[in-house]
């Protein structure tokens, strides 16, 4: 079963930088569509950025433009490069296969702040 550990979260202020990383067990990773998932306080937790095997990539509006996803397969890592944060963007962030179906991990806080 795939297990995932984020991390590279952290405080930071609008218009700040910051790059989450996670990395996948348990599977062939290569095989794995992965996305990056949020979850902010009193909302539902939705998709922010998937990639598939080939690495195809997709974002959600609210972040078009702003966010950057990547994968390493040797590495058995995806990463979520987010650039002009806003205050909208506090969250924790959370990485799974695309469609959700692993159990989730812990997640990394992000916190976007003056």
């Known amino acids: 079963q795939v297990q995932f550990v984020e991390s590279g979260g952290g405080l930071v202020q609008p218009g700040g930088s910051l790059r989450l990383s996670c990395v996948a067990s348990?599977?062939?990773?290569?095989?794995?569509?992965m996305g990056w998932y949020r979850q902010a306080p009193g909302k539902e937790r939705e998709l922010v950025a998937p990639?598939?095997?080939?690495?195809?990539?997709d974002y959600a509006d609210s972040v078009k433009g702003r966010f950057t996803i990547s994968r390493d397969n040797a590495k058995n890592t995806v990463y979520l490069q987010m650039n002009n944060l806003k205050p909208e963007d506090t969250a924790v962030y959370y990485c799974n296969l695309d469609p959700p179906i692993a159990s989730w991990g812990q997640g990394t806080q992000v916190t976007v702040s003056s």
């Open positions: 348990g599977r062939i990773f290569s095989a794995l569509a």
């Open positions: 990639i598939t095997t080939s690495g195809s990539t």
